[in-house]
């Protein structure tokens, strides 16, 4: 009689333990913002005591699974003894029993089944955790100090982003999925935690069009600098009125023949967020807005930037180039005395084609060195002139569709003689 309540005791200790294995599983398989989605109807508060000190629960029940198990494993262990007189043969079937009992009901189906109803299994045993943390008490914390002192931070509960991303770098190791695989699973998981400041194109690099520019010029500066959006300004770069389309200036000046109207009549409403939201929030805000571009703006309510869809799915695939871009790193030679070479040289080497030592403290490229001889964000076909240079915008490069090539020369001397700042931007507006 005493060997069957030895069984039964044997096998309600081993359910419970693998009561706990699923919850133990589940815990570490539940995404943590899933489980903050769990407590939001304030049913369940004994799980938000379980998320504010997640890795002391997860210990109580490591604590309790292995005791319930060896509990259990002893009890079968009794009743082979109980049954077999001899002590081998007992202790043989006993080890024989623990293991099908340890792999079956507490092992595999336990862990599956945690894994696949994560937020049943947690929500539902939140109660018998909290009950047992609260029995044990500090004592596993304390049992885990002893046997690992030096061990940091304990076991994280509840799945978390870098578990994922270490996931994905080992099946990228394993040959499971490519590598660029792995570099885009890499990047949809860090785009939640990017900033908008850290994708946007800033104030410095804007093209806007005043509010009183005509319709023609708005659509010729749009043509140029490549831009189909461009925000139209009042005063300033603060001072966004809008967002003006291309397809909107084609309609008004070809089709309607009004190639006089300003563009603030032209304009649609601009979509302002600020420079802290995060990138993924946006994208999934544009994409349902069917809106591709945002001014971004500062904690002092000043324009910070311009966003683009393009620019949040640029942090996803990397940078996008135009099939008509050219290679930027050649330099041609274009005639005597003339290079065609990429905006982003350096002036120093610039200088070597010439012979000249080229030094400015502002600027390190020849894209900035155009940019400060005009006063403002170079467009294809401005150009000017810094002794003993002439340089012109020639092509656009990249998706933000900044200089590409840059034309450098030697300066006639009339042109030399010439030279004023209001001369350079002249010849940008043409």
Not at 62 to 71: C, D, G, P, V, Y
Not at 151 to 178: C, H, M, P, W, Y
Not at 293 to 308: H, P, Q, S
Request: contains cysteine; hydrophobic residues 45%.
């Amino acid at each position: 009689m005493i060997s069957v309540w030895l069984v039964v005791i044997a096998v309600l200790l081993s359910a419970a333990a693998g009561l706990l294995t699923a919850a133990e599983a589940a815990y570490l398989a539940l995404p943590r913002s899933q489980a903050e989605e769990l407590i939001e109807d304030g049913k369940r508060r004994r799980l938000v005591a379980i998320l504010k000190a997640p890795e002391r629960h997860t210990r109580a029940v490591r604590f309790w699974r292995i005791f319930f198990q060896s509990a259990g494993g002893a009890a079968f262990a009794l009743a082979w003894t109980s049954w077999v007189h001899s002590i081998w043969l007992a202790g043989l079937l006993a080890t024989i029993t623990i293991t099908l009992v340890g792999f079956a009901v507490v092992g595999v189906s336990p862990r599956r089944l945690g894994r696949t109803h994560a937020a049943g299994v947690v929500a539902g045993t939140a109660p018998l955790v909290r009950v047992l943390t609260w029995i044990l008490g500090p004592v596993p914390g304390w049992l885990e100090g002893i046997v690992a002192p030096s061990s940091g931070a304990g076991d994280a509960t509840f799945f978390t982003a870098d578990q994922f991303k270490d996931l994905v770098d080992r099946a990228s190791a394993s040959n499971a999925i490519e590598d660029a695989e792995a570099d885009l699973i890499h990047s949809v998981v860090e785009l939640g935690d990017t900033r908008v400041r850290a994708v946007m194109v800033p104030r410095t690099d804007m093209i806007a069009a005043d509010k009183d520019l005509s319709a023609a010029k708005a659509l010729n500066l749009s043509l140029r600098s490549g831009f189909s959006r461009i925000p139209v300004i009042g005063e300033d770069t603060d001072d966004v009125r809008g967002v003006v389309y291309l397809k909107d200036l084609v309609r008004y000046v070809v089709v309607e023949g009004r190639p006089d109207i300003p563009c603030h009549a032209v304009a649609r409403r601009a979509r302002f967020v600020p420079e802290s939201k995060s990138a993924g929030d946006l994208l999934q805000e544009l994409q349902r807005e069917s809106v591709h571009v945002a001014v971004v703006i500062d904690e002092y309510g000043g324009t910070a930037g311009l966003v683009t869809l393009e620019d949040l799915l640029e942090e996803i695939v990397g940078e996008i180039d135009d099939e008509y871009d050219p290679d930027r790193d050649e330099v041609v030679p274009d005639g005597d005395d003339a290079y065609i070479v990429p905006a982003d040289m350096d002036i120093d080497d610039m200088g070597d084609l010439f012979d000249l030592e080229l030094e400015d403290e502002d600027v390190d490229t020849v894209a900035g060195l155009l940019a400060k001889a005009l006063g403002r964000v170079p467009i294809v076909g401005a150009s000017a002139v810094l002794p003993p240079l002439h340089l012109s915008a020639l092509t656009r490069s990249g998706r933000r569709n900044r200089i590409g090539k840059v034309r450098v020369r030697r300066a006639t001397p009339a042109e030399i003689d010439e030279t004023t700042p209001e001369s350079n931007r002249r010849h940008e507006e043409n």
